[in-house]
């Protein structure tokens, strides 16, 4: 047993944007503890991992230290694109919090 | 001789095309502002604006174009506070002139508009087929029989250019959406186009302020975890900038939402690829230096941007029709529900194979359940299911058997289905080309008396 779990939601907040086909979501620690689980744990590999049954990939991860936000960039995550996706969500709006539902070590 | 001032006040009106119309004309009653921006174009709305335009010569502008300068013209007029958009889309000189007859009728007689031309480059990407797409480097020219749009990004200076003539409102096409922001500074400030420490900082106020309220507390309630202050009506943001280059946004007091450090930081990413090297048709920003620090409450200043020098090239977002969408809808719930739910599927797929149609894509979700982030695992079964099932078609008899098939389903299908809806649309599509500077030719040319 390790010492417990912890959500992404419970270490930083999220927003997603998109472009084309793909999809950058940024977190952001809400202090110093929750950045250094985050940069060590919330690696593109686990992102990947979460986003398997939407997003082909790869995933890029941008670590912006003075923000102390990273920065996900997802390819091939939103069905084509905006303007062709089948989705309901074609701009994948909802996906933040998908990340936000990532379980880490705690 | 321009004179210009040592302080500008820029607020944004609209962050995209649907936006709300009261928080501009709060900012222009008592925002005291010397520029207001109103982004309204998103990257396939000039494709349909142009089908407009096909239909009626003096319409492809923003739909809301009227019911915005109505509200915030008088405002605007009388408190000095000059006027910036791409609400002219497909086209700007029609708009203009829509915007002028609306004064009129407000009783401002003669408002002179400059008109920002050159960006429909249509024309250039025909003569040129050869030009790679950027998504998968094929040449342009299979997509020219079924080309319906072809815009450059524009940059700041054809804002400044429009601003120079003296004209309140400068109306333009396609422009990257920091660039109208920027454009406010180099005229208003006297900044050169290739000082680039000033650069950075008009862009990076412009990226965070081209969403509107996304900087202001939209996009960023959690109820009970984070909150804000009057979520009915969230303030849009303004940037006070300085000539040397400092930067604070705020928003004004007793409007709704927050502006703070969260907000800025969630905007500042948005969109945002290598924040290193985020392009624009201005300059190359690098945003990895930026801190925001509260100056007050609902004031943040910003600091560190940097910028390289802009690439050789603008940005071409073509647009072109990519057949259709079909989908139908019907919902299930109780006992059962998503078994009936999945059983309606199988019977629509089976039924469309019959009638011979295939599709190069068919999506099917499950909402309540599936629609958003997949099926994930071991989700629990909700107490409503509603199935949507959507495809795509180069042909719009398949696409629209799709929601057909969906909506006979009221009295064929399973046990217990409701509230069903059905329907089709044409895809516009966009895929983006880079043309050399030299093949674009703006102009800015002004409607009415200066």
Redesign the interface.
């Known amino acids: 047993m390790n010492t417990g779990t912890v959500k992404v939601y419970d270490l930083g907040h999220a927003r997603a944007g998109d472009k084309g086909n793909t999809s950058n979501i940024s977190v952001t620690a809400y202090d110093d503890r929750a950045w250094k689980i985050l940069c060590a744990q919330l690696t593109p590999k686990r992102v990947l991992k979460a986003f398997a049954g939407i997003a082909k990939g790869p995933v890029t991860r941008y670590e912006l230290p003075k923000l102390k936000a990273l920065n996900f960039v997802i390819e091939n995550a939103l069905g084509g694109g905006v303007t062709v996706s089948l989705a309901q969500d074609m701009h994948g709006k909802s996906l933040s919090f998908l990340m936000l539902d990532i379980e880490l070590d705690g | 001789m321009a004179i210009h001032k040592s302080t500008i006040r820029v607020g944004t009106g609209a962050g995209f095309s649907d936006d709300r119309i009261e928080p501009a004309v709060d900012l222009a009653e008592r925002g005291k502002l010397d520029y207001l921006v109103f982004e309204c174009l998103a990257?396939?709305t000039i494709a349909r604006e142009n089908l407009t335009r096909l239909k009626d010569p003096e319409r492809g502008y923003t739909p809301y174009l009227v019911e915005r300068f109505q509200a915030v013209l008088p405002a605007c007029v009388k408190n000095g506070v000059r006027i910036v958009t791409n609400m002219g889309a497909a086209n700007p000189l029609g708009a203009a002139r829509a915007v002028r007859r609306e004064a009129k009728a407000l009783g401002i007689a003669d408002l002179p508009v400059a008109v920002v031309t050159g960006d429909d480059v249509a024309d250039i990407v025909r003569n040129n087929p050869q030009l790679p797409l950027m998504?998968n480097g094929a040449p342009v020219e299979s997509l020219l029989p079924r080309m319906a749009s072809a815009n450059v990004y524009l940059g700041a200076d054809v804002i400044r250019e429009g601003l120079a003539t003296g004209a309140p409102v400068v109306m333009t096409g396609r422009v990257s959406d920091p660039s109208l922001f920027l454009g406010t500074m180099l005229h208003g400030l006297g900044w050169r186009y290739d000082d680039y420490a000033k650069l950075a900082v008009g862009t990076l106020a412009g990226h965070l302020m081209e969403c509107a309220a996304q900087v202001t507390g939209g996009?960023?309630i959690?109820p009970g975890k984070?909150d804000c202050d009057d979520p009915v009506n969230i303030g849009f943001p303004y940037a006070d900038v300085t000539a040397d280059g400092s930067l604070t946004l705020g928003k004004l007091d007793d409007s709704g939402g927050r502006l703070d450090v969260?907000t800025c930081?969630?905007?500042?990413?948005?969109?945002?690829?290598?924040?290193t090297s985020y392009i624009t048709p201005d300059c190359i920003l690098d945003?990895?230096?930026?801190?925001?620090k509260q100056e007050s409450k609902n004031r943040v200043i910003a600091t560190?941007a940097k910028a390289r020098p802009r690439t050789p090239t603008y940005k071409v977002v073509v647009g072109y029709h990519?057949g259709y969408?079909g989908?139908g809808e019907v919902g299930y719930a109780g006992p059962n529900a998503l078994a009936r739910a999945k059983l309606a599927e199988k019977i629509v797929r089976e039924r469309l194979q019959k009638r011979g149609f295939t599709y190069p894509?068919?999506?099917v979700?499950y909402?309540g359940m599936s629609?958003?982030?997949?099926?994930?695992t071991g989700r629990t079964e909700p107490y409503e299911v509603r199935l949507?099932i959507?495809?795509?078609s180069p042909d719009r008899k398949a696409a629209l058997a799709v929601g057909f098939e969906v909506r006979t389903l009221h009295v064929n299908g399973p046990s217990g289905g409701g509230g069903g809806s059905n329907g089709i649309r044409e895809?516009?599509?966009?895929k983006?080309i880079l043309i050399p500077r030299h093949m674009v030719k703006t102009a800015v040319t002004v409607e009415g008396t200066l």
């Open positions: 990257e396939r998504e996009c960023f959690d984070k969260m930081t969630e905007q500042i990413l948005y969109e945002m690829h290598d924040p945003i990895t230096g930026v801190d925001f560190g990519d969408i989908e894509e068919i999506r979700d909402i629609s958003l982030h997949g099926m994930g949507r959507a495809a795509r895809v516009l599509a966009v983006s």
